[in-house]
């Protein structure tokens, strides 16, 4: 079994080490803690390098610690950020970290029967603790405006321009006393984060150094971007949430279904936890036939059954199958309203009232009249493609203008009609 340090080499997670952590690490079981900022109560994709690290830290044998913000993120981490976020009250924050712990949940194992089991902790519960003079001068005094003013987030921010409040400046001191405070009270030895983080991880090993003539150590992953240059974990439709009310699961699964070649090769590496020797196979069979895309379906696989569930994945795979003409009836009538929606987002619809949907003579009446100027111009137009054998209802083919229409409603209101291979339309029965 490969140490944590040699898995994140080979899957291309490692940014920076401080010296001698393998070392550390090498001596037994090591704690170490992660922090996510509250902004949401749901996590992104975006968030997903850092849940990763946790995940194979924990399965390499030691202990993880995932740290919810609810002090700093009432301040927000300046971090290679150009401007001041808005900061959050009490009861939103208590909703977004019972979101969060929540998701990773799925990822870490919390339970109470091993020795290594994830704890949740937010740095709430010690810093409300603080006033502002016994922060400043019990912690505030060891490290000096110099050497916080060094730090790379702080001086982009000073030469773009934007200015910096003094409660952001004051983060990355907080954060270091959130590292001191677990080193002290949870035997926690290391922090791990984004590239983005090393400052601040960097102010807490020496806060430990400076109070308490310690040893801590840090880790950085790299943050991850797409080969075109646009922003990961961004669509046009916004951020890709773990959370299924914010992004469904099957828009969940088009997202890493849909990735480029060159972006599968590294995320199948970052974001699942195949093995190497099936990773290299499946880029062998990918290289030998890229439009089957063999890397990006099984991305979308296993993240999505992570994320959400084996049955959100198939549900996910149905509807993808539908969309390309692969599928059946019965495929269709398996999904949910949100993903038939969400399959057929963008597609006409043309709304027929229960009472004249029940009165209805035959098919043509329904696609010729009821529905005309939507689907069809005319009857004549309906009658001619029906003979033809262009036209389907909820995937059956129609093959008689004056069939009776025999098809179920799907969730008990709609229709699909395709015209041709391509054109889908939604009669909409309420």
């Known amino acids: ?70 002090a700093t993120g009432m301040i927000g981490d300046p971090s290679f950020k150009s401007a001041e976020r808005n900061l959050l009250d009490n009861e939103t924050l208590a909703k ?51 050497y916080m003013m060094s730090k790379d987030s702080v001086k982009r921010r000073l030469e773009e321009g934007n200015g910096l409040s003094f409660t952001e400046f004051t983060y990355q001191l907080i954060q270091g006393y959130d590292f001191l405070h677990l080193w002290k009270n949870k035997n926690c030895t290391i922090q791990l984060g984004g590239s ?5 991880i960097i102010t807490g090993t020496e806060l430990i150094r400076r109070m308490e003539a310690g040893s801590a150590f840090g880790l950085t992953v790299p943050l991850i971007t797409k080969s075109d240059g646009t922003k990961f974990g961004k669509t046009e439709g916004g951020s890709v949430w773990l959370d299924p009310e914010k992004t469904s699961p099957y828009a969940f699964y088009q997202f890493w279904l849909n990735v480029s070649d060159e972006d599968a090769a590294k995320y199948i590496r970052i974001f699942t936890t195949l093995d190497e020797e099936t990773i290299l196979s499946l880029e062998l069979e990918h290289a030998s036939a890229p439009h089957v895309r063999v890397l990006q379906k099984e991305i979308a696989k296993a993240i999505t059954i992570m994320v959400h569930s084996e049955k959100d994945y198939k549900m996910a795979l149905t509807a993808s199958d539908i969309l390309f003409g692969k599928s ?31 009165k209805l003579e035959d098919v043509l009446e329904l696609l010729g009249e009821k529905a005309q100027g939507v689907i069809f111009s005319s009857k004549g137009e309906a009658r001619k493609m029906i003979l033809g054998g262009g036209v389907s209802i909820n995937k059956i083919k129609v093959n008689d203008p004056s069939d009776k229409l025999t098809v179920n409603l799907l969730q008990n209101k709609y229709l699909l009609v395709q015209k041709g291979k391509k054109n889908y339309f939604i009669i909409n029965v309420v």
């Open 1 to 70: 079994m490969k140490t944590f340090i040699e898995e994140l080499k080979w899957r291309g997670m490692l940014q920076d080490m401080t010296p001698d952590i393998e070392a550390h690490l090498k001596k037994g079981m090591a704690s170490a803690y992660l922090g996510f900022d509250p902004t949401a109560d749901s996590l992104h994709i975006g968030h997903l390098v850092g849940v990763m690290t946790l995940l194979h830290f924990q399965r390499a044998g030691h202990k993880p610690f995932a740290l919810v913000g609810g």
């Open 96 to 146: 977004n970290i019972e979101g969060i712990k929540k998701q990773l949940s799925k990822f870490l194992d919390f339970g109470q029967e091993s020795a290594n089991k994830a704890e949740l902790v937010n740095n709430f519960d010690w810093m409300s603790k603080f006033s502002f003079l016994d922060f400043i001068r019990d912690v505030g005094k060891h490290i000096t405006v110099n």
């Open 196 to 200: 983005d983080q090393w400052g601040n």
């Open 328 to 358: 059946s009836t019965e495929d269709l009538s398996t999904l949910d309203e949100r993903t038939f929606l969400q399959v057929f987002d963008g597609v006409p619809q043309v709304g027929v009232t229960k009472s004249d949907f029940e």
